[in-house]
Structures are given as structure tokens and as C-alpha cells.
């Protein structure tokens, strides 16, 4: 694993408890950052911390990333700890099941915009303003493929991530001279927890679309975050670089 620069950063990834939020913050941590990561799922979020710990320092909040209120304490206690954020990985995200768009419940459609696009913005409306200060960011929005291509049976998800996209390009644009940036990754599937959400056949056509014929690998992905979170990331912003085995040719 090459090494590099985060020395001193404070890092802030949504997420984090598991998958690639959890490979992303071991890379960021082995690369000298110090690392909070924000999900839901506080059990294993515990779980996480307690291995993450030992690779340098880190700290945990077990929070609803949908709710602005929420987002906002969170944020507070952060710059309270550590009197800035560096870096802002918005990795949390949910599949919603598989159905033809016609045959999806607006309840699932609305969570899965919900947490993939609407929390994404709550936490970047938060944390931005914090940057600003500083005079200095990055942050990396994960999104898909199939925010570019549309995966049937996957019409919320795939919406949410075009959103994300969208996000990603925009607040680029608005912060492009004011030293920070803002970057998406757009991966094919990665073999995590997620894929508990989905139906077989769904994952052997995501499988089958993959020119490469494997899954990413969460450090893989990581690699890619972390170095746009780096200062080495310097000309890219409202940029959505892609790790698609070779799926994703424009």
C-alpha cells in the first residue's frame, strides 16, 4: 500500500461502521489522519471503533444522518474535539430492495432518496461552512454506476446516486476558488453488507455487466477516496472519477 499525506487532517465519514466507510477510514488512519465517523447503526459502530483505535485516533457518534438537527450536533461536538474538518467522505447510503419502479413502495423510494441524497446535503450544509473558516477542504461523495447508467429493478437507488452526481458537480462549481473541493467516486458493486438488501439475480446482473468479472474491493475504493482527500488532489473538483472494472466508458 503506497502511503499518503494526511498527517493531521481531521477526517468526518458518514458511514464509517462498516464496508467502505470502514476501509476508508483504516487507509485514513495509516495515513495520519485522525477520524470520526458518523452512523446509525451504533452497535457497530462500537465495533468499529475498537478496532480502528488502534491505528490512531478515533471517535464515534451515533447519529440519524436525515435528520438536519442531528447533523448539526454532530458537526458542534466535532469542531468542539477538534477545532476543525478537513475532510468530508459522504459514504452512507442504502440499496432499498429490488422491484420494478411501478411495484416500488413510495415509502422505500422516499428513504432511499432520502438517506443517499437528502443526507449527503444536510451533512455538506453542516460541515462546509466549517471548511470555509478553514479556507481548506475535500470532500468525496460515493456514488455509483448506476447513478450514470440506471440498474432496473434499482430505480430509487439509481436515482438518488444520479442526484448525488449532481450534488457532487454543483457544489464543486460553487466552491472552486475558495480552496475546497469536491469530488464523487462512482464505483460498480462492492461485496458488503449492502448487498443483504438485494435480490440474487440482482447481483449477478450487476455481476455480469463488469468487464473485469469481479466485485470491487472496498480498500480499492478507499484508495481512490483517500487520494482525493489529499492535498495531491489539487485541479479536480465536480469530478466523478470512475472504479467500474471497466463497466463505465464515458
Not at 485522525?34 to 447503526?41: F, G, H, I, N, Q
Not at 464523487?184 to 438485494?198: C, E, G, L
Not at 455480469?208 to 485541479?235: D, N
Request: net charge neutral; with cysteine; hydrophobic share 45%.
Amino acid at each position: 500500500m503506497n502511503q499518503l499525506d494526511l498527517n493531521g487532517r481531521v477526517a468526518v465519514i458518514t458511514g464509517g461502521a462498516q464496508g467502505i466507510g470502514y476501509a476508508t477510514a483504516e487507509r485514513m488512519l495509516r495515513s495520519g489522519a485522525k477520524v470520526t465517523l458518523w452512523d446509525r447503526d451504533a452497535g457497530r459502530l462500537q465495533q468499529a471503533h475498537a478496532t480502528l483505535s488502534a491505528l490512531g485516533p478515533t471517535d464515534v457518534a451515533a447519529i440519524e444522518l436525515t435528520s438536519e438537527g442531528a447533523v448539526h450536533e454532530a458537526t458542534k461536538a466535532a469542531m468542539s474535539r477538534h477545532g476543525r474538518i478537513d475532510i468530508l467522505v459522504n459514504n452512507a447510503g442504502i440499496t432499498g430492495g429490488n422491484a420494478p419502479t411501478w411495484e416500488l413502495d413510495p415509502k422505500v423510494w422516499r428513504d432511499v432518496v432520502e438517506v443517499n441524497l437528502i443526507a449527503p446535503f444536510l451533512v455538506c450544509r453542516a460541515v462546509v461552512p466549517q471548511m470555509l473558516k478553514g479556507g481548506y477542504g475535500r470532500i468525496v461523495n460515493i456514488a455509483s454506476v448506476a447513478g450514470k447508467e440506471g440498474n432496473p429493478g434499482a430505480s430509487h437507488y439509481s436515482a438518488s446516486k444520479a442526484g448525488l452526481i449532481a450534488l457532487t458537480k454543483s457544489l464543486g462549481k460553487e466552491l472552486a476558488t475558495k480552496g475546497i473541493l469536491v469530488n464523487a467516486v462512482a464505483p460498480a458493486a462492492a461485496r458488503t453488507a449492502i448487498f443483504d438488501q438485494m435480490l440474487p439475480q440482482h447481483i449477478d446482473y450487476m455481476l455480469s455487466k463488469i468487464p473485469m468479472g469481479r466485485f470491487v474491493e472496498p480498500p480499492e475504493i478507499a484508495a481512490m477516496v483517500c487520494w482525493l482527500a489529499s492535498e495531491e488532489c489539487s485541479f479536480s473538483t465536480g469530478s466523478v472519477f470512475d472504479l467500474s472494472g471497466g463497466r463505465a466508458t464515458y
